[in-house]
């Protein structure tokens, strides 16, 4: 059974910094591309970011290119995200993705 677990979210302020982490667990990590989307109240499901599986191949959304950074570690079957800079607009429950599974998603709060 394929099991995605967020954390790390919470609440911080404009131009901060959080590290999202995403364990995952039922199949062979290292195999398999994964991805963090994020979803804000109102607003349209965005892919935030993806990595190859072989961590050397990543993609952004416009929204976040310069301030998020996604990596994984093979080893740990973890995958990263660090936002940094981070804005009111980045506010959204964040969800890992792989294999068409989602986790339960951790909230990020970006307010003052």
């Known amino acids: 059974e394929v099991q995605l677990v967020e954390s790390g979210g919470g609440l911080v302020q404009p131009g901060g910094s959080l590290r999202l982490s995403c364990a995952a667990s039922g199949f062979t990590f290292r195999s398999y591309a994964m991805g963090w989307v994020r979803q804000a109240p109102g607003k349209r499901l965005e892919l935030v970011s993806a990595i190859n599986s072989g961590g050397d191949r990543t993609s952004y959304a416009d929204s976040v290119k310069g301030r998020g950074t996604i990596s994984r570690d093979n080893a740990k079957n973890t995958v990263y995200l660090q936002m940094n800079s981070l804005k009111p607009e980045d506010t959204a429950v964040y969800y890992c993705?792989?294999?068409?599974?989602w986790g339960q998603g951790t909230q990020v709060t970006v307010s003052s």
């Open positions: 993705v792989a294999l068409g599974h």
